[in-house]
């Protein structure tokens, strides 16, 4: 329906139609959470295994004993298998514990304090900027923003940024020190960049000498479909472009084994991984090796890992389709809201008619449906249009993902109807 | 032996006799390493059963599943243990990954960056010192002064530091921020703070609002011997004296159970706690919380870690106790070494004469012996007497140690005799 061409009448019905919906679900005493990406259960159950894998283990001993100190960049096996999904050489990766949001926070914080290979500490800048693709990951945002950092909004097309945009401000403006970049199957449009764009971020030229691209890739592996959507690898395409420093790039293990317990890795050139060695070897004598050693074992090789997210993909995928059924039901051709239809990752980016994405918020908090806060996927939570919804089907099971889409789509229609009325 | 009271004739004679000793050790081709607190591999074995205990074990589900993301400040059980063995509330305990090193960094690292609880970041202070109680943990040292904190030296004595310096230092000087501690078998000098040393710290003026001690409790329960050295509640000190938020405690399980894959702990009052939970949200989504529900399995509490650090003390005592004997027997009543007799933690702390230290060290290293680099265990790498040297027995098996201590013996001797004949 297009709403927008509806009489006053017409809206009216429509209206009171909607709202003994959201009355009948209000007393179902609903509580569903479907605001964060999360894995549900029986994803986590894939990787049980892991969790005794050790048992049938020989352990290396002597100096390479997983279980004693040293290891600050990682364990071998584990490098190996990181290399080989990032398509970069062992010497250039880093493994961790179980957060790539510490590694990035920490990250920051280096560039922050120490600089960039022998750049001004950020910190003793008047001004540092970093640039958003938005919208985005509001963990992301928050990092940079809790460092003082001004967060520069640039929007995102179905190719990734508007890199018009971004080329145009790092060329003059030097305080621009990086950029978020979510490049595979994004947060939360599940846009992934394309070889352009990915070229045109390698080789654009920028003021600040130690400027970083902080590329996220934390849905590497992450695809829906039998068929996985392609993505330049940016380290080439930075090496081929004479900037063979610019990127940091991260991933983990977290969507792929074990939130709470997975492996995170920080890639980059080598004379970045030594930049960043040199003050890392004051912060910890090593990661958690035992844990990366077992996560070795169980995923094997950069197969293994497809593997593994195959078995993920058939759980989730039929959670993505039944909501993105219910989106095309009852909003095919409809003027008041627009989606994604991602091949991967872990949202579906929705859109409702300008300024109504709070009020959706709000009417389906009240009943019990908790969404991603409206206006976290912008830099200081801040959606000037007010319309981009984050949907995370994941967590959720399907029983309770039907309850979801109703709360949600009575929400919308009430909502957006209720702004026509008034602008009418 | 008096080697400063012998004739130039003696000593001659008995340089030749080490010397002897020296050549013929050197044939040998020895490569052992003493440098580092590192558990040997009987020791890691202890924990073996940790690696697969989660086979037998229901895992907690819903909210509560550990496999799963959150959990900021760390799992509930494994909380529960570091309280009691620290002696304060669980809320006041966070549970981190594997090492408490790295805790102790970001500590810093937050106050360089956002000052504590309101105060002006120290980064934008013009100067920030730290006490550093000496002979020290180098790791302490090199972490303040990666971040151009200026180390100010405090001798020990076999109660602590020496208070009367410390007091007198803190009470006018509003630059000196912290101070670092390790209270309990201290590494390496092996002293336990008195009670009136903790009482002292916890009540002495600071003229620096926002001074804190960083009270690295790393052997808060590595006894050697049946009978532990008691260490004094510095929080409850603390908080009698009316400063409750001067101290942040850290301790881990690195030497409880496995070094490479432990459980770190950060404990303060709530107060500080909360101040730093406000900067680590953006920092990490939580820790390994898998490893910490695994520990707390395998420790099952309090008396369970006391078990444990039974078994350590076990496998470790003769070690120490292999190298205390060779030592009385080769210079008791000497005048050109001594050294403390720990009655627990890591180390043996072996003071040469004056202005031997380094000679012995490029001895040892010659003859395939690495000691911790002389210097390590004061500020800046600097030991200004050139004598201490910091043992660690606990890594090499006794035959290696056997050769250990043939060439730490002649290379004393053979340093210090060339030093006497040289100064007469």
Redesign the interface.
């Known amino acids: 329906m297009k709403y927008r061409e509806q009489t006053i009448e017409t809206l009216k019905k429509e209206l009171k139609i909607e709202k003994d919906i959201y009355d009948t679900v209000l007393k179902e005493g609903i509580n569903i959470d479907i605001s ?1 990406g ?2 549900c ?1 029986e994803q ?1 159950d894939l ?1 049980n295994e892991l ?2 894998i ?2 049938d283990c020989a352990l290396p ?1 002597g100096p390479a ?7 600050l960049q990682g364990v071998l096996p584990m490098r190996e298998i990181f290399a080989d999904l990032l398509g970069v050489k062992v010497s250039q990766v880093m493994a961790g ?3 790539s ?2 590694m990035m ?2 990250s920051v ?1 280096r560039c ?2 120490f600089g960039v290979m022998g750049s001004t500490p950020w ?1 003793k800048l008047e001004k540092v900027k970093f640039i958003c693709p938005s919208p985005g990951y509001d ?1 992301h945002f ?2 940079t923003s ?2 003082g950092i001004e967060l520069i909004t640039v929007p995102m097309d179905n190719e990734g940024p508007i890199m018009d945009v971004i080329e145009s401000l790092v060329k003059s403006d030097d305080s621009i020190k990086g950029i978020w970049c979510v490049p595979k199957y994004s947060n939360p449009t599940g846009v992934t960049y394309s070889d352009a764009v990915v070229d045109r971020l390698a080789s654009m030229e920028c003021a600040a000498s130690d400027f970083r691209i902080f590329w996220d890739n934390a849905y590497a592996v992450h695809d829906l479909y039998e068929d996985s959507t392609p993505l330049k690898n940016i380290y080439d395409s930075c090496d081929n472009a004479g900037n063979p420093n610019r990127v940091y790039m991260f991933t983990s293990t ?1 969507k792929i084994t ?4 997975g492996v995170a890795c920080f890639a980059s050139s080598d004379a970045n991984i030594k930049d960043v060695l040199e ?1 890392i070897k ?10 990366q050693f ?1 996560h070795a074992q169980f995923l094997g090789n950069a197969d293994g890992v497809r593997a593994i997210m195959k078995k993920h993909a058939d759980i989730i995928r039929p959670k993505f389709q039944a909501i993105l059924n219910v989106l095309e039901d009852e909003f095919g051709g409809s003027d008041i809201a627009s989606w994604s239809k991602p091949l991967g990752g872990y949202f579906i980016s929705y859109d409702v008619m300008n300024g109504c994405a709070k009020r959706v918020y709000e009417l389906c908090k009240n009943a019990g449906l908790v969404i991603t806060t409206v206006g976290d996927t912008f830099p200081y939570g801040r959606d000037d249009k007010d319309s981009n919804i984050r949907i995370a089907p994941t967590f959720t099971n399907t029983n309770e993902l039907d309850k979801a889409c109703k709360i949600l789509v009575c929400s919308t229609k009430i909502a957006c109807i209720e702004k026509i009325m008034a602008d009418k």
Chains 1, 2 share one sequence.
Not at 65 to 71: C, E, L, T
Not at 258 to 261: F, I, R, S
């Open positions: 964060r999360k894995p259960s986590l990787s969790l005794t050790l048992k001993t004993d997983v279980r004693n100190y040293g290891g514990d179980n957060s949001l510490n926070y920490d914080q922050m304090q910190n963990r928050t990092v809790a460092f977290s074990l939130p709470g317990a003050i004051y912060q910890t004598i090593g990661p958690n090796k035992v844990n077992a």
